[in-house]
């Protein structure tokens, strides 16, 4: 699934650069803790989370994420946009509650992909 086919089903908006919603995911992982999301560790992901802080960014640099929707009508703060474009890492964001997002992406055919080695 591409990052904007996500972004549309859960009828969000892109904070940064839409161009790279052109980006291809194969799972999705929704939490609020990172430490949850470095367990995951999965190829071609996309972090579904509530939480809005610079933590969010690094650990998507570290596990090498490169799309962020925020749930709950979050966004991110012009900091955290700028890291993540430094980091080449889109970010999006709903208005809709991380159970029915993830709901709707496993609905519309986004399952578990292969698990990265670390």
């Keep these: ?3 904007s086919d ?5 009828e969000g908006q892109f904070f940064n650069d839409a161009e790279k919603g052109a ?3 194969e799972s999705a992982c929704g939490a609020d803790l990172m430490s949850d999301v470095m367990a995951f560790v999965k190829d071609r992901v996309l972090l ?3 939480l ?11 596990l090498d ?3 962020i929707i925020f749930v709950r009508g979050k966004i991110p703060s012009r900091d955290m946009i700028e890291m993540a474009d430094e980091s ?11 159970f029915i997002s993830c709901g709707k992406l496993y609905e519309a055919g986004l399952r578990t992909g292969g698990t990265r080695q670390i």
């Design 1 to 3: 699934m591409k990052v």
């Design 23 to 25: 980006r291809e995911v």
């Design 65 to 67: 994420i490169h799309a």
């Design 6 to 10: 996500a972004v549309t089903l859960l």
């Design 88 to 98: 080449d890492i889109v970010l999006a964001g709903t208005k809709l509650p991380m």
């Design 48 to 50: 579904l989370t509530g």
């Design 52 to 62: 809005v802080n610079p933590q969010v960014i690094r650990t998507a640099e570290l």
